[in-house]
């Protein structure tokens, strides 16, 4: 890990799901609110994406959309927390579990992906490059 990065952002956790078309605006509003508690419980940065694009620009390459298997009605969501380190994501974590504004966004996350799957979840560290 590099501890020289300016952001201090050495640890990152990936969520990648799939929501159906129609729940769009309701997964759009509910990564605001989410974003809102994550600042409020020091999380170094939270980025939220849709999949833009399911062409694969080169042969030997896969889309992300064909791994976890989305439908022309579904769209690819990718959202990431950004960390210092691992002792600076167990105290966010600890704080976000205390709240009790987590368990309603929680809930309705899951009300919200397609039906039948889950979040699919990493935590990665910076490499020194």
């Not at 996350?109 to 990665?124: A, C, H, K, P, R």
Request: proline residues 2%.
């Amino acid at each position: 890990m590099s501890k020289s990065d300016s952001k201090g952002e050495n640890l990152v956790t990936h969520f990648v799901y799939r929501i159906p078309k129609k729940n769009h605006d309701a997964m759009l509003q509910l990564c605001k609110e989410s974003n809102k508690l994550f600042m409020q419980h020091d999380v170094a940065r939270y980025d939220a994406f849709q999949l833009s694009n399911t062409e694969v620009p080169m042969e030997g390459f896969t889309n992300v959309a064909n791994i976890v298997s989305a439908n022309q009605d579904e769209e690819i969501w990718l959202e990431s927390l950004y960390y210092r380190d691992r002792q600076h994501m167990n105290e966010v974590i600890a704080k976000i579990q205390k709240d009790e504004r987590t368990e309603p966004i929680m809930k309705q996350s899951f009300s919200l992906i397609s039906s039948g799957t889950n979040f699919i979840v990493g935590e990665f560290d910076r490499l020194n490059v």
